[in-house]
C-alpha cells in the first residue's frame, strides 16, 4: 500500500493505544497477537487478509548442532504425538483455538 502513512512506535502496546486513541487507522502485527487483541477487545476487529506468510522460529547460536538437533526432534516429536494440539485444548480459549491449531498443522509454502 504504497500511499499509506506509517506510524512507527516503539511497543505493541504503544501502537494498540495510539489505535484506540484515533491517531491511526488501522494496526498490523503477528495474526497470533491480533486475534488475541481482538478476542479480549471487542472495538476492535480483524479485517482483510493476511498480506504477509511468514513462520515463527526459535534462535539458537550458531555452532551448536546439538542443540539444533534437539530442538528440532522435539518439535517433530509434538506434531507426532499430537501435544501442540492437546495443550492448545487445554490452554487456548475454545473461540480462537483453531486459529493456532491450524497453524501449527499446516505445510508452509515450498521455498521459505
Known amino acids: ?3 499509506v502513512e506509517t506510524l512507527k512506535l516503539n511497543t505493541a502496546s ?7 486513541q484515533g491517531r491511526g487507522d ?3 502485527h503477528d495474526a497470533a497477537t491480533l486475534v488475541v487483541i481482538a478476542n479480549k477487545d471487542h ?3 480483524l479485517v482483510g487478509e493476511p498480506f ?19 530442538l528440532n526432534a522435539a518439535l517433530d516429536r509434538m506434531k507426532a504425538e499430537g ?9 487456548v480459549p475454545a473461540n ?7 497453524a501449527f498443522q499446516k505445510t508452509m509454502p515450498k521455498g521459505r
Open 96 to 102: 480462537i483455538r483453531s486459529f493456532y491449531i491450524d
Open 52 to 70: 504477509a506468510i511468514s513462520e515463527a522460529a526459535i534462535g539458537i547460536r550458531k555452532g551448536e548442532p546439538e542443540w539444533l538437533a534437539y
Open 14 to 20: 504503544d501502537a494498540l493505544q495510539a489505535l484506540k
Open 83 to 91: 501435544l501442540y494440539v492437546k495443550w492448545a485444548e487445554k490452554w
Open 1 to 3: 500500500m504504497p500511499k
Open 26 to 28: 488501522g494496526y498490523t
Open 43 to 45: 472495538s476492535l476487529r
